[in-house]
């Protein structure tokens, strides 16, 4: 370990000591403390202490209102009592770095009927329905803003504040060309023919396998959301995107809530925004991907 590294850790270790203080009420005994890395730009780590372990990830600077968001959407999902979320214990700012502390979910082997038992789960997860679509506070999907002010139609409401938004901010950003902007917006002409307008769905709202993991049952648990109530076959569609999910996963899904036929269909459809926020955090790499869809339909 050279000095930079040292000096970091350090800084980091003595940052951690200060949550744990703020929320535990003393300086308690760290008995273990594990750095993960895995996510965007937040760092997270393990604290093991005799209350139990827990997971702090935190972040520098200009992201407020962040944590807050993504504490208010784990407890959104906990309060279901559909499926393992953790709880979540606090968030705050300390000087200059944002922190979410929770509780740390420690994984059990998994459990032979995982993949059904999670298909049925997130079912009942999007049984979970609401008046109109959206969500009384707004959120982000990894560091990009997600508006989530409420709407009536939810194809409109994935028109307007998903894929135009992020199609919007990749010609701001000169991420695509103002003709591929004009042929996005052309496409969003047809979506109320191609896709069903369903009931408002309670969603996750980032659901890929990075996201899903294993509670201390051997039973699926979900972190990171970014959840609103929206259309269900998107989220369902992600799933796809990055592969991962087992068929019994979506048999089971659609023995509880069934799936209108053509769905396959519609898959490219929905990925259409997760494409457009990866063009957005990560760059052109997933362009070639946008205009396939596209020239499909046009
Ligand atoms: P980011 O917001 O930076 O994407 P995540 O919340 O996705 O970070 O966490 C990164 C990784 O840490 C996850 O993929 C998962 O493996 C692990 N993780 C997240 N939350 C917990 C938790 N509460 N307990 C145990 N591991 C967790």
């Not at 372990?53 to 906990?78: P, Q, R, T, Y």
């Not at 200059?96 to 009927?113: C, G, P, V």
């Amino acid at each position: 370990m050279n000095d930079t590294m040292t000096f970091q850790t350090q800084e980091q270790y003595q940052f951690i000591e200060t949550i744990l203080f703020e929320n535990l009420g003393y300086n308690p005994e760290v008995l273990d403390f594990q750095f993960f890395y895995g996510g965007n730009f937040n760092l997270a780590v393990k604290v093991k202490v005799k209350e139990g372990d827990f997971f702090i990830k935190w972040n520098h600077g200009d992201h407020d209102g962040m944590f807050e968001s993504e504490a208010k959407s784990l407890k959104v999902l906990g309060d279901t009592h559909v499926m393992s979320i953790p709880k979540v214990v606090n968030y705050g700012k300390i000087v200059d770095k944002h922190y979410l502390m929770m509780e740390f979910l420690t994984a059990a082997f998994k459990q032979n009927n995982y993949w059904s038992d999670f298909g049925q789960k997130l079912a009942q997860l999007h049984l979970h329905t609401a008046p109109q679509f959206g969500l009384d506070y707004n959120n982000y999907i990894g560091a990009l803003p997600q508006s989530n002010e409420w709407m009536d139609n939810g194809v409109s409401f994935w028109i307007e504040k998903r894929l135009k938004v992020q199609a919007g901010l990749a010609l701001y950003e000169r991420r695509i060309t103002q003709q591929l902007y004009d042929r996005i917006l052309a496409f969003c002409e047809q979506l109320p023919t191609l896709i069903p307008n369903e009931k408002p769905a309670l969603i996750h709202g980032d659901l890929w396998s990075g996201n899903v993991m294993t509670d201390s049952s051997g039973l699926v648990a979900l972190v990171d959301p970014a959840c609103y109530y929206g259309l269900r076959e998107a989220e369902l569609a992600f799933t796809t995107m990055f592969g991962g999910f087992d068929t019994n996963f979506y048999e089971a899904y659609h023995e509880i809530y069934p799936i209108e036929n053509g769905f396959g269909d519609r898959i490219p459809i929905y990925n259409l925004y997760p494409l457009m926020v990866h063009v957005n955090l990560f760059g052109g790499g997933y362009l070639d991907a946008v205009e396939k869809i596209l020239k499909k339909f046009e």
